[in-house]
């Protein structure tokens, strides 16, 4: 398997403009997660998802930021508008049933 | 105070010492894990403990509940261990809520 893809690499936007991230779990998990890391406040959960469904997403910053899952291999990151505090690196991760989880390589997002 | 913490947050080692990091904890958790962060970002789980005493290669880690502390040693380091350890608790109410530490920066040199 080709583990946790996620797209874009790297995204570079201006303010005010919409953003989505993406990510493939990888086949068979049944749990997704997206978090952000900023140098100010490390790692944190945004978002999870257990089989499509989001479960948690306290830790959603604020309106701007919204999460879907539309099928098991697929899920997206937006955010609209984007502001340069969101700036950050974006990871997604999946899992299967309680094993470990496995990260993707990260969208790092500079908004000017 | 923070949730998580851990110590110390930057080490540099000489090649082939022994090393620990620790982690504290201050809520009920149902499972704690260590992370392994490389300079070009990328991130891997090595452990998920919940009692107890785990070892994989040259990495040991252990917990102890009723103290809510847990360590991660590295026996003879090398330099490719230099990397961020990141300790990171699955909360007890809901094991999939996971709250990261801060990091420990090590650098081990030659």
């Known amino acids: 398997d080709a583990g946790v893809i996620q797209s874009p690499r790297h995204e570079v936007t201006e303010m005010g403009q919409e953003v989505t991230l993406r990510c493939k779990p990888i086949?068979?998990?049944?749990?997704l997660f997206w978090y952000r890391q900023t140098m100010m406040r490390g790692l944190e959960l945004l978002i999870y998802?257990?089989?499509?469904?989001?479960?948690?997403d306290s830790g959603m910053p604020e309106d701007r930021f919204s999460a879907k899952m539309p099928n098991a291999s697929f899920s997206t990151l937006k955010i609209q508008p984007s502001e340069p505090r969101d700036s950050a690196v974006y990871f997604c991760?999946?899992?299967?049933?309680?094993?470990?989880?496995?990260f993707g390589p990260g969208t790092r997002l500079t908004v000017l | 105070k923070n949730e998580v913490e851990q110590s110390p947050q930057n080490l540099t080692a000489q090649e082939g010492e022994f090393i620990t990091i620790n982690c504290s904890y201050s809520?009920?958790?149902?499972?704690l894990h260590w992370l392994q962060q490389h300079p070009g970002g990328g991130i891997v789980s090595l452990f998920m403990?919940?009692?107890g005493k785990k070892k994989h290669g040259r990495l040991i880690a252990t917990i102890n509940i009723q103290e809510k502390h847990s360590s991660l040693h590295i026996t003879a380091s090398h330099p490719r261990d230099s990397a961020v350890y990141i300790c990171?608790?699955?909360?007890?109410?809901?094991?999939?809520?996971?709250?990261f530490g801060p990091g420990t920066s090590l650098s081990v040199i030659p």
């Open positions: 991760a999946s899992r299967s049933g309680a094993g470990e989880q496995f």
């Open positions: 086949s068979g998990h049944d749990y």
């Open positions: 998802f257990n089989n499509n469904v989001p479960i948690d």
């Open positions: 809520v009920g958790i149902s499972a």
């Open positions: 403990l919940s009692s």
């Open positions: 990171a608790v699955g909360e007890k109410t809901s094991y999939d809520k996971v709250i």
